[in-house]
């Protein structure tokens, strides 16, 4: 399946996520046969820069297999200059049409920076420069008075989609010629479902996000 168009794309994603959701998973492209064909060269239509929770698995929670989605993951999907490089490879060489921020309730990571926040203190080690990537959502969500954990994840998550346009002059061109676009979702653990909580590049784009999720729903 090649797709180009990302409205079909996160139409695709919230069918998969519906499919696992209601237990009706199909498990598609996981087949050898699927391996063998998918070895000469990969069309994946989504990028998910997402938390490395490890209950966020995005191949299970979309209900995907081999060759469908390039994921990127780090504690708390920062977006550093891996992290940027990653999406504009999948983006500009692969012509992926669709880049999803995912986070999710209860994330660590964003707890550690609230943690970190209220007592003053650094975490040691690398952990430091998650902590130090999340600290400005800490710090816009303050300035809206929100103090609830996963509320303080959204503004995260549209935090990230901003910086990835923000900083990524690649996927802000492609998201202005209309090849690309880019969706902030949401994942809840215990229900295992996601909903759109950001989306860049389009003021039409919300609107869109959600006309996806009906009619996959
Ligand atoms: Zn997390």
Not at 23 to 32: E, K, L, T, V, Y
Not at 80 to 95: C, M, N, T
């Amino acid at each position: 399946m090649t797709l180009t168009d990302p409205m079909q794309a996160l139409v695709e994603l919230h069918a998969g996520n519906r499919r696992f959701v209601t237990g009706a998973q199909r498990h598609p492209n996981q087949d050898s046969r699927h391996r063998a064909a998918v070895a000469d060269g990969q069309h994946p239509f989504a990028v998910i820069v997402g938390c490395s929770d490890s209950r966020l698995a995005a191949e299970i929670i979309f209900d995907r297999g081999l060759g469908d989605l390039f994921v990127v993951r780090t504690a708390g999907h920062t977006a550093g200059p891996e992290v940027l490089g990653s999406v504009e490879y999948a983006v500009s060489v692969l012509g992926t049409p669709l880049v999803v921020v995912l986070g999710h309730d209860s994330c660590g990571a964003v707890q550690a920076a609230r943690d970190a926040a209220r007592t003053g203190t650094s975490p040691v080690g690398h952990l430091r420069a998650v902590v130090d990537a999340v600290a400005p959502s800490l710090r816009r969500a303050a300035e809206q008075g929100v103090d609830d954990i996963d509320e303080i994840v959204d503004i995260h998550i549209a935090h990230t989609v901003e910086a990835l346009l923000g900083n990524s002059a690649v996927l802000a061109g492609a998201v202005a010629a209309g090849r690309c676009a880019v969706v902030g979702m949401s994942y809840r653990l215990t229900a295992g479902e996601v909903r759109t909580v950001a989306a860049g590049g389009s003021a039409a784009a919300p609107a869109q996000a959600d006309r996806a999720a009906a009619v996959a729903g």
